[in-house]
């Protein structure tokens, strides 16, 4: 039975795979003439700028899900696994090229254009960019937030992701890691813990412990942090 299942599946995300690289190349499409008007300087109306965010989206997100689907059945290692994968990268690319045109031209969008969705299909889009990309948008975004316009987690994941992967510690404390050695995840080790809460309520942000609680499930120790930020900084590597 399980065979037979997993062979039901296979078959179900082949269709899929073909389904989806025609949506690809439509939405491929779809995107051409509002990044032509970007580039005249003109403005977007509402609906055809959620389009294209929504268009996005979905170049951004299906082969992903794709991709995760099949890796459930077949494993990292599987041929349509690592197609799905260059498909999302290829994808990304366009989508930053979109996301940038849109940015340097329009600037940000206000938020009753586009909502919170639209606002959070941007910056996932950055997110997923390198972190050359992200440092050059975020005074970008520092300026959306203090003007009211976007929502502070945009900008703490943001600036916390670039701090990670330069192996900093990070500001807002969003960013977690998997410690093999402990088989568990824990925080990323942060600046001055004991203050992080004073940062984050400076830009918006309730309590980490709340955060960590509600987003991960996982709970805030500050001791433990004090401690664990403290061994960063005296081992001066990144991989703790």
């Not at 389009?51 to 951004?60: A, I, M, S, W, Y």
């Not at 992080?196 to 830009?203: G, T, W």
């Not at 942000?205 to 609680?213: K, N, Q, T, V, W």
């Amino acid at each position: 039975m399980a065979a037979f299942v997993a062979s039901a599946q296979t078959q179900y995300l082949m269709s899929a795979t073909q389904m989806s690289l025609r949506l690809v190349l439509l939405a491929t499409l779809i995107l051409l003439v509002p990044l032509q008007v970007f580039a005249q300087g003109d403005n977007v109306d509402r609906q055809d700028l959620m389009g294209l965010l929504e268009t996005v989206f979905e170049l951004e997100q299906l082969p992903i899900r794709m991709r995760d689907s099949l890796m459930a059945i077949h494993g990292v290692d599987h041929e349509q696994v690592k197609t799905y994968q260059r498909l999302y990268e290829e994808n990304h690319a366009e989508n930053e090229k979109t996301i940038r045109t849109l940015l340097d031209s329009q600037g940000w969008p206000n938020r009753s254009e586009v909502g919170e969705r639209g606002h959070w299909i941007i910056a996932n889009v950055l997110q997923h960019s390198s972190n050359e990309v992200r440092i050059m948008y975020l005074p970008m975004m520092r300026e959306e937030v203090e003007e009211g316009n976007l929502n502070p987690r945009f900008l703490a994941r943001a600036e916390d992701r670039i701090a990670t992967e330069r192996g900093d510690l990070q500001v807002y404390g969003g960013q977690m890691k998997y410690y093999p050695e402990t088989q568990t995840f824990n925080v990323w080790p942060v600046l001055d813990p004991e203050n992080i809460d004073v940062r984050r309520a400076a830009i918006g942000l309730g309590p980490i412990a709340d955060h960590l609680r509600e987003r991960f499930d996982f709970e805030w120790d500050l001791k433990e942090q004090i401690r664990r930020t403290r061994e960063f900084e005296q081992s001066g590597k990144n991989e703790r």
